[in-house]
Nanobody
Framework: QVQLVESGGGLVQAGGSLRLSCAAS????????MGWFRQAPGKEREFVAA????????SYADSVKGRFTISRDNAKNTVDLQMNSLKPEDTAVYYC???????????????????WGRGTQVTVSL
């Protein structure tokens, strides 16, 4: 099973930026679709972004489109989430996830993913 460790969370003022990183174990990282999800207090976990295994195509939630960018480095087994123009409503625990199954290219639902990190807290203040 792939082990995932997120880093880069913290406290930032509205309008600021943070870069999250997720490090994955294993030798077949390039064969995984990678995703970022988030969960705010009292809310369900929601999709943020995903990047494909094959051609680095990406998908974003409407709420972050144009502000967040997902990228991957297969040589380093990492996937990053650059978050700009942060808003208080972006406050949440952010989770990295990996999908090893084939099928849907960029799934946005959480049970399409096989392994999860423990999450990193992002807090955006006014």
């Amino acid at each position: 099973q792939v082990q995932l460790v997120e880093s880069g969370g913290g406290l930032v003022q509205a309008g600021g930026s943070l870069r999250l990183s997720c490090a994955a174990s294993g030798r077949t990282f390039s064969s995984y679709t990678m995703g970022w999800f988030r969960q705010a207090p009292g809310k369900e976990r929601e999709f943020v972004a995903a990047i494909s295994r094959s051609d680095d195509s990406t998908s974003y939630a409407d709420s972050v489109k144009g502000r967040f960018t997902i990228s991957r480095d297969n040589a380093k087994n990492t996937v990053d989430l650059q978050m700009n123009s942060l808003k208080p409503e972006d406050t949440a625990v952010y989770y990295c996830a990996v999908r090893s199954r084939w099928g849907v290219k960029l799934p946005t639902w959480d049970n399409a993913y096989d392994s999860w990190g423990r999450g990193t807290q992002v807090t955006v203040s006014l």
